[in-house]
């Protein structure tokens, strides 16, 4: 098999201290079909990868493939086969007993400039062939970041749709007694590791959103006495006001291209408008005019469009409009309120916040405001954000004492908690890393 270096990888490389080398498979014959309604997960055997580091790199690897619900990793106390060769052809038929449908062996090593090598096979056990089989290089603040690389080329191999695990995650952590709460930017890996603090908690900080850059969000403080939005640079901490506008300018999101920052400016008359601000030439640019509170825009994918709550209409509903403004119309009827809709990143639906009978319901309908589907309902739980892939939903809960992270899938049935060491909100997604 022919092997060639991945580009994107590559680039990542040079910023991150990370590269690639891929070698190219045989077509898959093993595929699991998650368009389907009720998808069983995939039994799958990850023995631990050779190696020093080899037992942490395949935890983490199986650690995200059980998460998204879509594998059932297999005991390794049912393994027949003892894997000492992960470069040899394994004994299928062991792997058939335990009911095993996919098989993935590793090794990671040192190598003689300090970096980490890790290299995955991946096997199909009943068409008894090798599927998949690449190795990468970082250094060792990049172990997880490898993990995750593997996790990701395993799940597109199998699903057919990209991976989720190489990303981040920006929130707010909160600390301290609930009448005198420390509130701080933070930035985590999407699993809840590594996490490092972008402010000293002075300032209540709110909403941040990812650019599409990746390494820029924007976010609302109150540093100046009253609520502003600001632009930070993740990786060097330089931070600059989006425009100084008269009253409270919050809700901020970046559009798809990331040249534009979209927010709602409340007026000293009560009333909130959206505007959209050119971050090139600072040039603003108001989209709604009415008397009622509109807020919480968020543009389609391809940046023609803005989902947005108002209540206009007596009550918070959901809106869209073209992103010039045009063509406001409410595709919400539900019974009770609803709160920040997050367009998917796949053009046809709306994640919102429902709260209707005293309880708060994470749910999807699609841009025209049909089949509105809850996937999750409790208390005080808001702030849907999607993952690049649109496959999974992160949102945040009140639990005993104060806020947690949670994640769910398009079924709503696989719901997972996302570890934090304090308490966490307003969460939000990165595009993958490249």
């Not at 291209?257 to 009560?270: A, H, T």
């Amino acid at each position: 098999m022919k092997s060639i270096l991945k580009p994107l990888l590559m680039v990542a490389a040079m910023a991150m201290g990370m590269n690639a080398v891929v070698t190219l498979p045989a077509r898959a014959t093993l595929e699991l079909n998650v368009n389907k309604g009720n998808v069983e997960p995939m039994p799958i055997a990850i023995p631990d990868f050779q190696g020093g580091l080899g037992a942490q790199i395949s935890e983490i690897v199986t650690a995200d493939l059980k998460r998204s619900g879509l594998f059932a990793p297999i005991d390794k106390n049912a393994f027949i086969e003892k894997i000492a060769n992960p470069d040899a052809q394994p004994r299928f038929d062991d792997w058939k007993v335990i009911n095993a449908q996919a098989l993935v062996t590793g090794s990671v090593s040192k190598e003689a400039d300090g970096r980490i090598r890790a290299q995955y096979r991946l096997w199909d056990i009943f068409g008894n062939q090798q599927i998949a089989g690449e190795q990468f290089f970082a250094n060792d603040a990049n172990q997880r970041r490898v993990a995750h690389i593997i996790a990701d080329a395993i799940y597109e191999k199998l699903t057919g749709e990209k991976g989720y695990f190489d990303t981040r995650v920006v929130f707010i952590d909160e600390s301290g007694a609930k009448n005198a709460r420390k509130k701080r930017l933070a930035i985590m890996d999407q699993d809840g590791a590594n996490v490092r603090y972008l402010s000293d908690g002075r300032s209540i900080v709110l909403t941040p959103r990812f650019s599409p850059n990746r390494q820029e969000i924007t976010y609302m403080s109150y540093e100046s006495g009253q609520p502003r939005v600001y632009l930070l640079q993740i990786e060097t901490g330089q931070r600059e006001l989006v425009g100084n506008f008269p009253g409270m300018t919050f809700a901020p999101r970046f559009s798809p291209d990331g040249q534009k920052v979209i927010m709602s400016l409340l007026r000293d008359d009560g009333n909130s408008n959206i505007f959209a601000m050119d971050l090139r030439s600072r040039s603003t640019t108001r989209l709604t005019n009415s008397t009622a509170i509109d807020t919480s825009p968020s543009y389609s994918p391809d940046g023609s469009k803005v989902v947005f709550t108002s209540d206009r209409g007596g009550r918070a509903q959901i809106y869209v409009m073209g992103a010039d403004g045009s063509g406001q119309t409410r595709i919400s009827f539900g019974d009770g309120v609803y709160s920040p809709p997050v367009w998917w990143p796949r053009g046809d639906l709306v994640a919102f916040t429902k709260q209707t009978g005293g309880e708060f319901q994470i749910g999807v309908m699609k841009t025209d405001g049909s089949g509105e589907r809850i996937l999750s309902s409790g208390f005080q739980q808001e702030g849907p954000t999607w993952a690049p892939n649109g496959r999974v939903l992160m949102f945040f809960r009140d639990s005993a004492g104060g806020p947690k992270l949670v994640s769910v899938d398009l079924t709503g049935r696989n719901e997972q908690s996302i570890p934090t060491a304090n308490f966490a909100s307003d969460p939000a997604w990165s595009p993958l890393l490249e």
